[in-house]
């Protein structure tokens, strides 16, 4: 330090005044690039971060919506295949159909009179829908068979109705010994020929 007060450029005090001010704006102008640098680098390396981390939550965000799919899928397979174990079962299930057409004919205030499993009538080829027969009779008005066709059309189980046919109920009346026959205007006897299936595997 003594050698550089001795050369004879700083002995001159404005000469050293200048470059004691250039040292501090050069050595400013450096901490200012290095902190600048520093920033920069930064700033990159928080943007790369920034990056890093918006793909791996748009990778769990697509993760997530394909498990969400997945469980719908899964929801309505097993809506679908409950449905159809219930309009197309895997077996028969005779006595149970009939029980729920005699208690469809109950409902509907109708009198029955007959109730006819009528068998196989196609074995679906090995594979496939099983058809079967049924026929029944019952006696009411009108208005009651109609809502029995229709809640008969709307069982979840597949019915095909084939065939309605209806007449107005007869009855025998003994007028002094002489039998003679009388209609019941608000009486119908209805005949019924329809069809159900089961699912042949």
Do not use: C
């Not at 050698?3 to 901490?31: A, C, G, H």
């Amino acid at each position: 330090m003594h050698l550089l007060n001795n050369l004879p450029i700083l002995k001159d005090r404005k000469m050293r005044q200048y470059l004691e001010v250039t040292m501090v704006v050069l050595w400013s102008v450096f901490l200012l690039w290095y902190g600048l640098f520093n920033s920069i680098a930064s700033a990159n390396e928080s943007k790369a971060t920034t990056r890093q981390a918006t793909a791996t939550l748009e990778k769990l965000n697509n993760k997530l919506d394909a498990i969400a799919k997945a469980k719908e899928l899964q929801e309505k397979y097993s809506e679908l295949a409950l449905l159809s174990e219930d309009s197309l079962p895997s077996s028969p299930k005779i006595v149970t159909f009939v029980n729920s057409i005699a208690l469809l004919v109950n409902n509907s205030n109708l009198v029955l009179t007959k109730l006819d499993y009528q068998g196989v009538k196609s074995d679906g080829e090995k594979s496939g829908a099983v058809k079967m027969g049924f026929g029944l009779e019952a006696k009411g008005e009108y208005s009651d068979i109609e809502r029995f066709v229709s809640s008969l059309e709307r069982l979840p189980r597949i019915v095909h109705v084939v065939s309605v046919s209806m007449s107005p109920v007869r009855t025998v009346a003994t007028e002094t010994g002489t039998e003679q026959e009388a209609t019941n205007s608000n009486q119908l006897s209805v005949n019924i020929s329809a069809e159900f299936f089961y699912r042949n595997e």
